[in-house]
Protein backbone atom coordinates (compact mmCIF):
# COMPACT_ATOMS: atom_id res chain seq x y z
CA UNK A 1 0.00 0.00 0.00
CA UNK A 2 1.35 3.18 -0.97
CA UNK A 3 1.41 5.27 3.06
CA UNK A 4 1.26 8.79 1.01
CA UNK A 5 -1.67 7.95 -1.43
CA UNK A 6 -3.72 9.90 1.15
CA UNK A 7 -2.24 13.51 -0.27
CA UNK A 8 -3.87 12.87 -3.35
CA UNK A 9 -6.29 15.55 -4.81
CA UNK A 10 -7.98 14.68 -7.92
CA UNK A 11 -8.77 17.31 -9.51
CA UNK A 12 -12.45 18.03 -11.13
CA UNK A 13 -12.23 17.57 -14.45
CA UNK A 14 -12.95 20.65 -16.56
CA UNK A 15 -12.88 22.55 -20.18
CA UNK A 16 -9.14 24.01 -20.97
CA UNK A 17 -9.30 27.65 -22.52
CA UNK A 18 -6.65 30.43 -23.11
CA UNK A 19 -6.10 33.62 -21.17
CA UNK A 20 -3.45 35.08 -23.65
CA UNK A 21 -0.19 32.70 -23.06
CA UNK A 22 -1.58 30.68 -19.69
CA UNK A 23 -3.75 27.54 -20.45
CA UNK A 24 -6.24 27.87 -17.45
CA UNK A 25 -8.60 24.30 -16.76
CA UNK A 26 -7.57 20.81 -17.55
CA UNK A 27 -4.44 19.32 -17.23
CA UNK A 28 -2.83 23.00 -16.91
CA UNK A 29 -1.15 23.86 -13.21
CA UNK A 30 -3.63 25.98 -11.08
CA UNK A 31 -3.05 29.38 -12.03
CA UNK A 32 -2.54 32.15 -9.16
CA UNK A 33 -3.74 35.53 -10.16
CA UNK A 34 -3.62 38.93 -8.56
CA UNK A 35 -5.51 42.76 -9.09
CA UNK A 36 -3.97 46.10 -9.71
CA UNK A 37 -5.66 48.83 -7.29
CA UNK A 38 -3.39 51.68 -8.79
CA UNK A 39 -5.28 54.02 -11.36
CA UNK A 40 -5.28 52.73 -14.48
CA UNK A 41 -4.80 55.84 -16.58
CA UNK A 42 -1.29 55.62 -14.40
CA UNK A 43 0.20 53.63 -16.98
CA UNK A 44 4.00 53.30 -15.19
CA UNK A 45 2.57 52.82 -12.06
CA UNK A 46 0.08 50.19 -12.81
CA UNK A 47 3.01 48.54 -14.78
CA UNK A 48 5.50 48.76 -11.79
CA UNK A 49 2.46 46.78 -9.65
CA UNK A 50 2.26 44.01 -13.13
CA UNK A 51 6.25 43.77 -12.94
CA UNK A 52 6.32 43.47 -8.77
CA UNK A 53 3.37 40.87 -8.86
CA UNK A 54 4.77 38.79 -11.60
CA UNK A 55 8.33 38.52 -9.43
CA UNK A 56 6.33 37.41 -6.71
CA UNK A 57 4.63 34.65 -8.83
CA UNK A 58 1.70 36.05 -10.44
CA UNK A 59 0.37 34.10 -13.68
CA UNK A 60 -2.63 36.53 -14.82
CA UNK A 61 -3.33 40.04 -13.35
CA UNK A 62 -6.81 42.16 -13.73
CA UNK A 63 -6.95 45.36 -14.33
CA UNK A 64 -10.19 47.64 -13.67
CA UNK A 65 -11.71 49.88 -16.78
CA UNK A 66 -14.16 51.55 -15.70
CA UNK A 67 -13.84 54.28 -18.52
CA UNK A 68 -12.81 55.02 -21.73
CA UNK A 69 -9.59 56.93 -20.54
CA UNK A 70 -8.72 53.05 -18.37
CA UNK A 71 -9.04 51.28 -21.95
CA UNK A 72 -6.92 53.69 -23.67
CA UNK A 73 -4.56 53.25 -20.96
CA UNK A 74 -4.67 49.52 -21.45
CA UNK A 75 -3.07 49.62 -24.53
CA UNK A 76 0.11 50.27 -23.60
CA UNK A 77 -0.24 48.59 -20.71
CA UNK A 78 -0.89 45.00 -22.26
CA UNK A 79 1.95 46.07 -24.53
CA UNK A 80 5.02 45.45 -21.59
CA UNK A 81 2.79 43.39 -19.25
CA UNK A 82 5.23 40.55 -18.48
CA UNK A 83 1.99 38.43 -17.86
CA UNK A 84 -1.73 38.38 -18.98
CA UNK A 85 -3.95 41.00 -18.22
CA UNK A 86 -7.72 40.55 -17.45
CA UNK A 87 -9.73 43.37 -18.10
CA UNK A 88 -12.57 44.00 -15.75
CA UNK A 89 -15.66 45.65 -17.01
CA UNK A 90 -18.79 46.60 -15.57
CA UNK A 91 -22.11 48.15 -17.69
CA UNK A 92 -20.77 49.81 -20.41
CA UNK A 93 -20.41 47.09 -23.14
CA UNK A 94 -17.74 49.58 -25.05
CA UNK A 95 -15.50 49.36 -22.28
CA UNK A 96 -15.44 45.62 -23.37
CA UNK A 97 -15.11 46.49 -27.05
CA UNK A 98 -12.34 48.26 -26.41
CA UNK A 99 -10.44 46.54 -23.86
CA UNK A 100 -10.31 43.56 -26.49
CA UNK A 101 -9.86 45.52 -29.23
CA UNK A 102 -6.19 46.85 -26.82
CA UNK A 103 -5.22 43.58 -26.56
CA UNK A 104 -6.48 42.25 -22.89
CA UNK A 105 -6.25 38.15 -22.80
CA UNK A 106 -9.59 38.10 -21.23
CA UNK A 107 -13.31 40.29 -20.09
CA UNK A 108 -14.37 40.01 -17.06
CA UNK A 109 -17.98 40.86 -17.32
CA UNK A 110 -21.54 40.10 -16.55
CA UNK A 111 -23.34 39.42 -20.22
CA UNK A 112 -26.91 40.23 -18.51
CA UNK A 113 -25.44 43.25 -16.78
CA UNK A 114 -23.96 45.03 -20.03
CA UNK A 115 -26.97 46.03 -21.88
CA UNK A 116 -29.51 44.42 -25.05
CA UNK A 117 -28.40 41.22 -27.09
CA UNK A 118 -26.98 43.65 -29.59
CA UNK A 119 -24.78 44.82 -26.86
CA UNK A 120 -23.87 41.57 -25.47
CA UNK A 121 -23.09 40.31 -29.33
CA UNK A 122 -21.12 42.94 -30.74
CA UNK A 123 -18.84 42.14 -27.01
CA UNK A 124 -18.89 38.59 -27.63
CA UNK A 125 -17.68 39.51 -31.44
CA UNK A 126 -15.22 41.64 -30.15
CA UNK A 127 -13.85 38.53 -28.00
CA UNK A 128 -13.98 36.41 -31.33
CA UNK A 129 -12.09 38.54 -33.32
CA UNK A 130 -9.34 39.53 -30.74
CA UNK A 131 -8.95 35.87 -29.30
CA UNK A 132 -10.03 36.94 -26.36
CA UNK A 133 -11.79 34.68 -23.56
CA UNK A 134 -14.29 35.92 -20.77
CA UNK A 135 -15.02 35.01 -17.08
CA UNK A 136 -18.44 35.22 -16.03
CA UNK A 137 -17.85 37.36 -13.06
CA UNK A 138 -21.11 36.20 -10.56
CA UNK A 139 -20.81 38.18 -7.07
CA UNK A 140 -23.24 37.61 -4.03
CA UNK A 141 -22.84 41.67 -3.82
CA UNK A 142 -24.16 42.36 -6.95
CA UNK A 143 -26.60 39.45 -8.35
CA UNK A 144 -29.13 40.72 -10.68
CA UNK A 145 -32.59 41.95 -9.47
CA UNK A 146 -34.75 39.39 -11.19
CA UNK A 147 -32.33 36.51 -9.64
CA UNK A 148 -32.76 38.58 -5.44
CA UNK A 149 -36.61 39.39 -5.86
CA UNK A 150 -36.47 35.04 -7.18
CA UNK A 151 -34.60 33.95 -4.03
CA UNK A 152 -35.01 36.58 -1.75
CA UNK A 153 -31.67 37.00 -0.87
CA UNK A 154 -28.24 35.41 -2.22
CA UNK A 155 -27.81 31.94 -1.91
CA UNK A 156 -26.03 28.92 -3.78
CA UNK A 157 -28.98 28.72 -6.18
CA UNK A 158 -29.29 31.90 -6.47
CA UNK A 159 -25.44 32.89 -7.24
CA UNK A 160 -26.03 29.14 -9.87
CA UNK A 161 -29.25 30.37 -11.69
CA UNK A 162 -27.14 33.97 -12.11
CA UNK A 163 -24.30 32.29 -13.73
CA UNK A 164 -26.24 29.42 -15.64
CA UNK A 165 -27.88 32.83 -16.99
CA UNK A 166 -24.93 34.57 -18.23
CA UNK A 167 -23.30 31.03 -19.74
CA UNK A 168 -26.51 30.51 -21.51
CA UNK A 169 -25.68 33.98 -23.43
CA UNK A 170 -22.76 33.21 -24.53
CA UNK A 171 -23.20 30.01 -25.84
CA UNK A 172 -26.35 31.28 -27.59
CA UNK A 173 -23.63 32.66 -29.59
CA UNK A 174 -21.57 29.98 -29.82
CA UNK A 175 -19.08 31.33 -27.38
CA UNK A 176 -17.17 28.77 -25.37
CA UNK A 177 -13.78 30.29 -23.94
CA UNK A 178 -15.00 31.52 -20.84
CA UNK A 179 -14.01 30.77 -17.08
CA UNK A 180 -16.78 31.30 -14.12
CA UNK A 181 -16.79 32.77 -10.66
CA UNK A 182 -19.41 32.55 -8.12
CA UNK A 183 -17.74 34.49 -5.27
CA UNK A 184 -19.16 35.54 -1.94
CA UNK A 185 -17.65 36.98 1.14
CA UNK A 186 -19.39 34.14 3.18
CA UNK A 187 -17.34 31.25 3.13
CA UNK A 188 -20.12 28.66 3.38
CA UNK A 189 -21.94 30.65 0.81
CA UNK A 190 -19.28 30.52 -1.60
CA UNK A 191 -17.89 26.88 -0.99
CA UNK A 192 -21.55 25.62 -1.81
CA UNK A 193 -22.27 27.77 -5.09
CA UNK A 194 -18.75 26.24 -6.23
CA UNK A 195 -19.51 22.75 -5.51
CA UNK A 196 -23.14 23.31 -7.34
CA UNK A 197 -21.76 24.66 -9.96
CA UNK A 198 -18.75 22.18 -10.82
CA UNK A 199 -21.49 19.58 -11.05
CA UNK A 200 -23.42 21.67 -13.39
CA UNK A 201 -20.88 23.12 -16.33
CA UNK A 202 -17.48 21.60 -17.67
CA UNK A 203 -15.85 25.09 -18.09
CA UNK A 204 -12.80 26.05 -15.87
CA UNK A 205 -13.51 27.98 -12.46
CA UNK A 206 -12.22 31.12 -11.12
CA UNK A 207 -12.19 30.52 -7.51
CA UNK A 208 -12.09 33.29 -4.81
CA UNK A 209 -13.17 34.33 -1.54
CA UNK A 210 -14.46 37.98 -1.93
CA UNK A 211 -14.01 40.91 0.06
CA UNK A 212 -12.35 38.33 2.68
CA UNK A 213 -11.11 41.29 4.45
CA UNK A 214 -6.94 42.49 5.31
CA UNK A 215 -3.95 40.60 4.96
CA UNK A 216 -4.42 38.58 8.65
CA UNK A 217 -8.60 38.07 8.28
CA UNK A 218 -8.35 37.44 5.12
CA UNK A 219 -5.55 34.67 4.72
CA UNK A 220 -7.69 32.80 7.33
CA UNK A 221 -10.77 33.09 5.68
CA UNK A 222 -9.70 32.23 2.04
CA UNK A 223 -7.52 29.70 3.29
CA UNK A 224 -10.48 27.53 4.60
CA UNK A 225 -12.94 28.40 1.92
CA UNK A 226 -10.71 28.20 -0.98
CA UNK A 227 -8.81 25.21 0.79
CA UNK A 228 -12.26 23.39 1.04
CA UNK A 229 -12.38 23.80 -2.72
CA UNK A 230 -9.16 22.69 -3.59
CA UNK A 231 -9.13 19.90 -1.55
CA UNK A 232 -12.18 18.57 -3.47
CA UNK A 233 -10.88 19.25 -6.32
CA UNK A 234 -12.54 22.21 -7.64
CA UNK A 235 -10.57 25.11 -9.15
CA UNK A 236 -8.31 26.04 -11.84
CA UNK A 237 -7.26 29.20 -11.22
CA UNK A 238 -7.06 31.71 -7.57
CA UNK A 239 -6.94 35.21 -6.41
CA UNK A 240 -6.85 35.58 -3.23
CA UNK A 241 -9.03 39.00 -2.37
CA UNK A 242 -7.27 40.94 0.40
CA UNK A 243 -7.10 44.26 1.51
CA UNK A 244 -3.18 44.20 1.16
CA UNK A 245 -0.66 44.66 -1.37
CA UNK A 246 -1.43 42.77 -4.34
CA UNK A 247 2.07 40.61 -4.11
CA UNK A 248 0.62 39.34 -0.95
CA UNK A 249 -2.44 38.13 -2.57
CA UNK A 250 0.34 36.17 -5.02
CA UNK A 251 2.17 35.50 -2.17
CA UNK A 252 -0.74 34.01 0.08
CA UNK A 253 -2.41 31.68 -2.84
CA UNK A 254 0.88 29.98 -3.64
CA UNK A 255 1.21 29.15 0.35
CA UNK A 256 -2.17 27.52 -0.09
CA UNK A 257 -1.59 25.29 -3.22
CA UNK A 258 1.73 24.45 -1.60
CA UNK A 259 0.52 23.34 1.14
CA UNK A 260 -2.10 20.84 -0.57
CA UNK A 261 0.67 19.81 -2.87
CA UNK A 262 -0.89 21.24 -5.74
CA UNK A 263 1.83 23.46 -7.02
CA UNK A 264 5.58 24.29 -5.89
CA UNK A 265 7.08 27.45 -6.13
CA UNK A 266 9.94 29.12 -3.69
CA UNK A 267 11.38 28.16 -0.75
CA UNK A 268 8.89 26.51 1.56
CA UNK A 269 10.21 26.49 5.31
CA UNK A 270 8.99 24.12 7.82
CA UNK A 271 9.65 25.15 11.49
CA UNK A 272 8.42 24.61 15.27
CA UNK A 273 7.11 27.10 17.21
CA UNK A 274 9.82 27.19 19.39
CA UNK A 275 10.11 26.54 23.50
CA UNK A 276 12.60 26.16 25.85
CA UNK A 277 14.15 23.54 24.60
CA UNK A 278 15.30 25.89 21.39
CA UNK A 279 19.31 26.09 20.75
CA UNK A 280 18.60 29.53 19.35
CA UNK A 281 15.85 31.83 18.39
CA UNK A 282 13.83 29.87 15.87
CA UNK A 283 11.27 32.47 15.63
CA UNK A 284 13.87 35.35 14.73
CA UNK A 285 15.81 33.01 12.64
CA UNK A 286 12.60 31.73 10.32
CA UNK A 287 11.38 35.45 9.58
CA UNK A 288 14.80 36.47 8.60
CA UNK A 289 15.27 33.49 6.51
CA UNK A 290 11.61 33.80 4.41
CA UNK A 291 12.08 37.43 3.74
CA UNK A 292 15.54 37.06 2.51
CA UNK A 293 15.08 33.88 0.16
CA UNK A 294 11.81 35.54 -1.53
CA UNK A 295 13.59 36.43 -4.40
CA UNK A 296 13.72 32.32 -5.31
CA UNK A 297 11.56 31.01 -7.50
CA UNK A 298 12.82 27.88 -7.63
CA UNK A 299 11.03 24.93 -5.10
CA UNK A 300 12.96 23.83 -2.25
CA UNK A 301 12.13 22.83 1.32
CA UNK A 302 13.96 23.77 4.45
CA UNK A 303 13.13 22.82 8.00
CA UNK A 304 14.44 24.86 10.39
CA UNK A 305 13.62 23.19 14.27
CA UNK A 306 14.96 24.38 17.61
CA UNK A 307 16.21 20.76 19.06
CA UNK A 308 16.59 17.55 18.50
CA UNK A 309 13.16 15.82 19.39
CA UNK A 310 11.79 16.58 15.85
CA UNK A 311 14.15 18.03 14.34
CA UNK A 312 15.53 15.03 12.62
CA UNK A 313 12.39 13.48 11.80
CA UNK A 314 11.17 16.96 9.93
CA UNK A 315 14.46 16.60 8.13
CA UNK A 316 13.66 13.20 6.28
CA UNK A 317 11.29 14.90 4.46
CA UNK A 318 13.22 18.42 3.42
CA UNK A 319 15.49 19.72 0.69
CA UNK A 320 17.70 21.09 3.76
CA UNK A 321 16.97 20.65 7.56
CA UNK A 322 18.59 22.29 10.28
CA UNK A 323 18.27 20.80 13.88
CA UNK A 324 19.47 22.81 16.68
CA UNK A 325 22.07 21.39 19.11
CA UNK A 326 23.60 21.88 22.46
CA UNK A 327 27.05 24.58 23.38
CA UNK A 328 26.00 25.94 19.77
CA UNK A 329 26.56 23.09 17.36
CA UNK A 330 24.05 22.32 15.03
CA UNK A 331 23.38 19.53 12.53
CA UNK A 332 22.79 20.23 8.80
CA UNK A 333 20.81 17.38 6.88
CA UNK A 334 20.94 17.53 3.17
CA UNK A 335 17.72 15.38 1.54
CA UNK A 336 16.80 13.56 4.40
CA UNK A 337 20.16 12.69 5.27
CA UNK A 338 22.98 13.67 8.32
CA UNK A 339 25.31 16.10 6.70
CA UNK A 340 27.90 17.95 8.61
CA UNK A 341 27.62 20.22 11.76
CA UNK A 342 28.13 23.95 12.37
CA UNK A 343 29.41 25.62 15.79
CA UNK A 344 28.71 29.20 16.59
CA UNK A 345 27.52 30.25 13.25
CA UNK A 346 25.13 32.83 12.67
CA UNK A 347 21.76 30.39 11.62
CA UNK A 348 20.52 32.44 9.85
CA UNK A 349 22.94 33.63 7.40
CA UNK A 350 24.47 29.96 7.23
CA UNK A 351 20.87 28.68 5.67
CA UNK A 352 20.18 31.48 3.76
CA UNK A 353 23.98 30.96 1.81
CA UNK A 354 23.67 27.26 2.10
CA UNK A 355 19.89 27.30 0.01
CA UNK A 356 21.53 30.04 -2.66
CA UNK A 357 24.56 27.34 -3.14
CA UNK A 358 22.19 24.48 -3.76
CA UNK A 359 19.50 26.11 -6.07
CA UNK A 360 22.75 27.54 -7.81
CA UNK A 361 24.14 24.18 -8.18
CA UNK A 362 20.65 22.92 -9.23
CA UNK A 363 21.04 25.64 -12.60
CA UNK A 364 24.78 23.97 -13.09
CA UNK A 365 23.65 20.75 -13.74
Known amino acids: MNTRSYRHIERRKSRKIKVGSVFVGGDAPISVQTMTNTLTTDVNATLEQINLSAEAGADIVRVSCPDKEST ?4 EIVKSSPIPIVADIHFHYLRAIEAADAGAACLRINPGNIGNKNKVKDVINA ?4 ETSIRIGVNAGSLEKSILEKYGEPTPEALVDSALNHI ?3 KEHDFHEYKISVKASDVFLAVAAYTQLSNIDDCPLHIGITESGSLRSGTVKSSIGLGTLLWSGIGDTIRVSLSANPMEEVK ?18 ISCPSCAR ?3 DVIKTVQEVEQRLEHISESITVSIIGCIVN ?7 TDIGLTGGGKGNHQIY ?19 NFVQEKIDQRKQT
Open 72 to 75: QALK
Open 127 to 130: AKQN
Open 168 to 170: RIL
Open 252 to 269: VGYEMLKSLGLRRRGVTV
Open 278 to 280: QQF
Open 311 to 317: GPGEARE
Open 334 to 352: VNGITDHIIRNENVADYIV
